[in-house]
């Protein structure tokens, strides 16, 4: 049961990383085009597209902090994911409440 419970937050943790990383690929990627051409997308949208990836992300990296700890709940372990959950809520909250600023300019 141990080891489903660590597969399962090792994923998620990779599925967070990776949809972050993606994210700014594709935010590179579009910025570039977008001063070599002139697509039908701007900075904002970009933005907006790459903060919400960041904030997805993050939600599935909480999830597989949440999971690992349950393998090794010390006092300790529950402290440092209380700070962790606090710190990505705080920073994905206002990623996602930034982010609505951006399609409106």
């Known amino acids: 049961m141990f080891d489903i ?4 937050a090792v994923v ?12 700014g690929f594709r935010a ?6 977008l001063e070599f051409s002139k697509p039908a997308f701007s900075y904002n949208q970009i933005r907006r597209e790459f903060t919400d990836k960041i904030v997805f992300g993050l939600e599935f990296l909480i999830a597989g ?4 700890t349950l393998l ?3 006092q300790q372990d529950l402290i440092n994911l209380a700070v962790v959950v606090v710190i990505r809520t705080v ?3 206002f990623l996602s409440k930034e982010a609505p600023e951006f399609s409106l300019q």
């Open 91 to 93: 920073l994905g909250y």
């Open 28 to 33: 590179i990627i579009r910025v570039i085009l």
């Open 12 to 23: 998620l943790g990779f599925a967070g990383a990776v949809l972050i990383i993606y994210g």
């Open 65 to 68: 902090d949440i999971l690992a």
């Open 72 to 74: 090794s709940p010390t």
């Open 5 to 8: 419970i660590h597969i399962c």
